[in-house]
């Protein structure tokens, strides 16, 4: 197995970590929440990021997962807020190579896949689809659906047959923004990122996929390797943050730095992102798999170790920074509230453990 990046991808990183570096600072960033938006995720469509994974058919560059992970380890690095995750990454990841107008070229998608009482089991569908014409109605819930409120286009699973919880018999169908019947409460996560719920009643849909298990499961696998490879930016920029304050800080006449119980726990945190670094790599290289337990059991393993690192660094994080690390004008508390969210996104660590152990 090759763990060398191509000239491109490091070519792509240094692009976007120098875009990021000049235009998502932490006070831009801050900047950015009070407005409530920015020009970056149109940006990032500019700079050809929405679509870095289609196909060259589709106006695409042919990328894969580990691009992916490329793209969002620098924006968990820059703690960015803007859609990319919750639109484009599981938009293509759904739509699997079958994009048509819905991505891409300035296009918002959401992904409404959860549903009261699931928890992060996606076979959970209690939304129906019945026939209607020569296409559908769909009828049901979805909560915590992430872009919720400023995608052009919904992408929704709702039941076609079967019983609640059965693979069997969901449909992936499509949703304009505007049809009748759809309505969304969107918010603010504690991480800043907008997320919302929607309820359809009786809402004219497309059916884009008939039998779309393998479809959700695999693009499931893929978001996975995708936000680990952010929480490994986020740790390692949280970890820098850390150092660059215990060289900085003084107690006792000398810098916080200079003690061995502090280098210690700064060594710790340094380990456990190398760690979590390396199987999000492995996650990522296997993550377009079509072995499905192969690639099932590699993206929990490396969720359940991200899970875990991110826990130790951002707890440690805030208290070698004391009460400093707790406040909203810096921006090791903001690191911490994203680290969390991570690993309560698309199956936590517990919900993994189950499903590697099997």
Request: charged share 25%; with cysteine.
């Amino acid at each position: 197995m090759d763990l060398n990046f191509t000239e491109e991808q490091n070519l792509l990183r240094e692009s976007l970590s120098r875009y990021l570096a000049d235009n998502y600072s932490f006070e831009h960033r801050k900047g950015y929440l009070e407005a409530g938006s920015s020009l970056v995720a149109q940006s990032l469509d500019e700079m050809g990021l929405n679509a870095l994974t289609l196909s060259e058919d589709d106006g695409g560059f042919g990328g894969n997962s580990v691009d992916t992970a490329i793209v969002m380890e620098e924006l968990g690095r820059a703690l960015v807020t803007e859609p990319y995750l919750g639109s484009t990454v599981i938009g293509t990841a759904l739509l699997a190579g079958k994009p048509g107008d819905v991505v891409g070229n300035g296009k918002s998608v959401a992904a409404a896949l959860t549903e009261m009482g699931g928890r992060y089991d996606l076979n959970h569908v209690a939304t129906k689809a019945s026939k209607n014409g020569d296409g559908y109605k769909i009828d049901g819930s979805k909560v915590m659906v992430l872009n919720a409120t400023d995608a052009d286009t919904v992408l929704v699973t709702a039941r076609l047959n079967g019983d609640l919880r059965d693979q069997a018999g969901i449909g992936l169908f499509a949703v304009t923004k505007d049809a009748e019947g759809m309505s969304t409460k969107g918010y603010v996560t504690q991480d800043g990122m907008q997320a919302g719920d929607v309820d359809f009643d009786g809402v004219e849909a497309a059916l884009l996929v008939e039998d779309a298990w393998p479809t959700i499961d695999k693009a499931f696998d893929q978001v996975n390797s995708a936000i680990c490879a952010e929480a490994v930016g986020a740790m390692e920029a949280v970890t820098k943050l850390t150092k660059e304050y215990l060289q900085t800080r003084q107690q006792f006449g000398r810098p916080l730095a200079t003690f061995q119980a502090l280098q210690f726990r700064l060594v710790d945190m340094m380990v456990a992102v190398t760690e979590a670094r390396a199987i999000s790599l492995k996650a990522s290289m296997l993550a377009d798999s079509n072995d499905v337990v192969e690639r099932n059991r590699t993206v929990s393993a490396a969720k359940v170790k991200v899970c875990e690192a991110a826990r130790l660094v951002g707890q440690d994080a805030i208290q070698l920074h004391g009460g400093i690390g707790m406040t909203n004008e810096y921006a090791a508390g903001h690191y911490f509230k994203r680290l969390t969210m991570i690993c309560q996104s698309f199956g936590d660590r517990d919900w993994h453990l189950k499903r590697f152990i099997g």
